[in-house]
């Protein structure tokens, strides 16, 4: 079956650094993977996703993200951190067309 | 405003009292689905909906029901609750498939005592 795994479950980065958040995928077949994003007191946002169009996929905010087959990853990297930025971040595969399995989050904390 | 809508979004209970979460979504969307979100462990589905009257569970079922009468609206059921029920709930809604984006409601606060 399909999963992710998130490695590490809080990041904290400075203002202006690079954001670098880990997602390894496991799959029999080529994956649907993506990224979302969840602000304090809200729901989860679609940041990006990959669907075996292009390796290297740009998002909203600056994010962008590149699937590696030969790791099994997908992380999630933006050049410079803002505030704003300061969330928890999910990576999720496609397991079927029925269902979405979502790795276990990455709280971000964006130091000023 | 296209949006996925939860109600209540908060909500303190007791064992046993039967209850019910609202979803609706204004999108035309065939694909509904309800998680439960716990610390540590992301994102848990618990019974989606393909279509009206198509409903199939995921990976957390037990203890919760759903129904799909119209298209727009998909309530989340807990006909007994119990304490290990208390969780942050999710209401998600997109088109088609899991291929397209998931559009998430605001989330419902619950807490079984």
């Known amino acids: 079956a ?17 954001v670098l958040l880990r997602c390894n995928y496991s799959s029999s077949v080529p994956p649907y993977l993506f990224w979302y994003v ?60 029925r269902q979405l399995t979502f790795g276990s989050g990455t709280q971000l904390t964006v130091l000023p | ?16 009292k039967k209850l019910t979460v609202t979803c609706s979504q204004n999108m035309n969307h065939e694909y509904m689905s309800w998680y439960r979100q716990d610390p540590g462990l992301g994102l848990r589905q618990i019974y989606y909906s ?17 129904s799909r009468k119209e298209k727009r609206n998909f309530p989340l059921i807990l006909e007994s609750p119990s304490p290990n029920q208390t969780s942050l709930y999710f209401c998600a809604s997109s088109l088609g498939d899991t291929t397209d984006t998931q559009y998430f409601g605001p989330g419902t606060r619950l807490t079984v005592l």
Not at chain 2, 1 to 16: C, K, S
Not at chain 2, 50 to 66: A, L
């Open chain 1, 38 to 97: 969840q602000y304090p007191n809200q729901g989860l946002q679609l940041l990006l996703k990959y669907t075996s169009a292009a390796t290297l996929v740009k998002g909203i905010n600056g994010f962008e993200a590149e699937f590696k087959k030969s790791e099994t990853s997908f992380h999630l990297t933006k050049p410079s951190a803002h505030m704003s930025d300061a969330a928890e971040y999910f990576c999720a595969t496609r397991g079927s067309a």
């Open chain 2, 1 to 16: 405003e296209a949006q996925v809508t939860q109600n209540p979004r908060y909500l303190i209970t007791v064992t046993g």
């Open chain 2, 50 to 66: 393909m279509n009206v009257e198509v409903t199939d569970k995921g990976d957390v079922p037990e203890g919760y029901k759903v």
């Open chain 1, 2 to 18: 399909q999963s992710v795994t998130q490695l590490g479950s809080h990041v904290s980065v400075s203002e202006g650094a690079l």
